[in-house]
């Protein structure tokens, strides 16, 4: 287990080297903050077009190493041969056992910094004692088709969603983010969402396994996250268990007032949804940040030729 | 990281699984349906005895659901779809299901664990990935039907955990080849 308290959770998450520095988070710093709706409004997109063309010329003129020194449009250097990343059963279970790190990592530096205590803190014990098996389990099989078992949390889902999360419920002060006002409410709606997104993950790899005896082992697996995030939902939410949204039944079988954030039958069927989670402190408007919890997509898959290390 | 491309050497050589069900799976997604009716009707009775008390919008709201994945299965089955309960299975848990509440929540609660045992069993089996695809969400939301109903009982998220969270050591109902 980590150990280390809420400054040194603080800290961690300022210098994310074990877990979260990598390429892909590069890509998403790179990137953050762009807004590509405004910048490429239409009469943009003609400038813009008219420079790239021009542009492309020139590029074009400038030639390639290997040019006869006659400028030609259309004269590039060959491209760069992208890596070959294919989404085999061996993937799935390397991602699924990068999923499973981020949730040890989370409930280790929830019990290392005491953010939860009494009842809550067992219930996370739990957790995090299945989470583990799971993390072994889906390594197990994944050696068991002969690939390297990959042994620490998805990179991706890691530097967008689990360490942002973690600093909006502890504070950052290299990045002026206060510390929530209720650690141990903020960790349990974290904690629903993220064994939501687990289960959901598990699901949605069914119809990608081309083994199907893989299908009932990771719904094996997807059945206890989808139980953790239920039995979440009582706790959130003891006095609506089952939720009655989009469904036909009869007015006076309907809840009253507002849809909750959490339920611990939230609907009929597994969802492949963002899940969305309040954390954090609010601000000067009385806002606080909604952070949408997704399935890892084809970019935050980690594929064969990803290391353990990430 | 390593940015040395790697022949994935698993399962390239697999033939890819049929996307609609097979004649094989047809026969289990067809069981599946009849369960999901039986569950249906098993609530509907909890509801019309009075069991659920200030959640009884909880149990009507659980007879729903498993109304939903009746349609879904028939919707995908089409005219092989039986569209009527399993009447056995309804005769034999009908008891369970009356006015008392914490009696009638650890009723479903077996059931509901039995139907994700069901459904793992069938995900074993099932070639086709459209079938596949819409037991695996069932078996999510059955999942979680498991922990709620547990509350219902009364039990302690902490002091009965495994109720929440373990599936039960039973067997599947689906036909055995």
Redesign the interface.
């Known amino acids: 287990m980590n150990d280390f308290n809420r400054d040194e959770l603080r800290r961690a998450l300022r210098t994310p080297s074990d877990h979260g520095t ?2 892909f988070g590069s890509i998403v710093k790179a990137t953050s903050g762009l807004n590509f709706a405004r910048s490429l409004s239409r009469r943009r997109f003609f400038v813009a077009g008219g420079a790239t063309v021009s542009f492309a010329a020139l590029v074009a003129a400038c030639g390639g190493s290997e040019s006869t020194g006659i400028a030609r449009l259309g004269d590039a250097p060959t491209p760069n ?1 992208l ?2 990343a ?1 989404v ?4 799935l279970l390397r991602t699924a056992t990068s999923l499973e790190h981020n949730a040890i990592f989370v409930y280790e530096a929830v019990a290392s910094a005491g953010l939860l205590t009494g ?1 809550a803190a ?2 996370a014990k ?1 957790f995090l004692d ?1 989470h583990r098996a799971h993390a072994e389990a889906t390594a197990s099989l994944t050696t068991d ?3 390297k078992a990959y042994t620490q949390p998805n990179p991706r889902l890691q530097s967008v969603y689990i360490e942002p999360a973690l600093k909006l419920i502890v504070g950052d002060e290299a990045t002026g983010i206060p510390p929530t006002d209720d650690p141990a409410a903020d960790v349990l709606a974290l904690a629903y969402a993220l064994e939501t997104i687990a ?2 993950t ?2 949605a790899y ?2 990608l396994l ?4 893989l ?2 082992a990771a ?2 697996i ?3 996250e ?6 979440l ?3 959130l939410n ?1 006095a ?5 949204m989009g ?4 007015a ?4 009253e007032g507002e849809t909750q954030t959490a339920y ?7 969802t492949q949804a963002p899940v969305p989670v309040t954390l954090g402190a609010a601000n000067e408007s009385g806002i606080r940040t909604n952070v949408n919890l997704e399935t890892p997509s084809l970019n935050s898959m980690v594929y ?4 353990a ?2 | ?12 050589s ?1 033939a ?2 049929p996307r609609r069900p097979t004649s094989a799976d047809i026969e289990l997604l067809a069981f599946a349906q009849a369960a999901e009716l039986t569950a249906r009707d098993l609530y509907k009775q909890a ?1 019309a005895e009075g069991a659920g008390g200030d ?11 498993h109304d ?2 009746a349609q ?1 299965l028939s919707a995908l089955l089409g005219t092989d779809a039986p569209q009527a309960r399993n009447d056995e299975l309804f005769s034999s848990l009908k008891s369970g299901f009356g006015s008392n509440t914490e009696s009638t929540a650890l009723a479903a609660h077996e059931l509901e664990n039995t139907l ?1 045992v069901t ?3 069938l ?5 086709g ?2 079938g ?2 819409l ?7 059955e ?6 109903l547990a ?2 009982a009364g039990k302690s ?2 002091n009965d ?1 495994d109720l ?2 373990t ?1 039960s050591d039973v067997e599947s109902l689906a036909p055995q080849a």
């Open positions: 990598d390429a041969k890596v070959e294919e085999t059963d061996i993937t009842d067992e219930i739990r299945d088709l002969g690939g289960g959901s598990y699901q069914v119809p081309a083994d199907k005896s299908r009932a719904m094996g997807g059945d206890q989808a139980r953790h995030a239920a039995l939902g009582v706790v003891p609506r268990l089952v939720s009655s469904l036909s039944i009869a006076e079988y309907q809840e611990a039958s939230p609907s009929a069927f597994g064969e030729y990803l290391d290390e990430g | 990281m390593s940015t040395t491309p790697v022949t994935s050497t698993s399962d390239k697999a890819t699984p509801v959640q009884i919008g909880s149990l009507a709201a659980l007879a729903a659901h939903a994945y879904s994700v459904h793992t069993d995900l074993g089996r099932l070639d990935t459209e596949a695809a037991v695996a969400s069932i078996l999510i939301g999942s979680r039907h498991c922990a709620a509350a219902l998220p902490v955990i929440f969270l599936t």
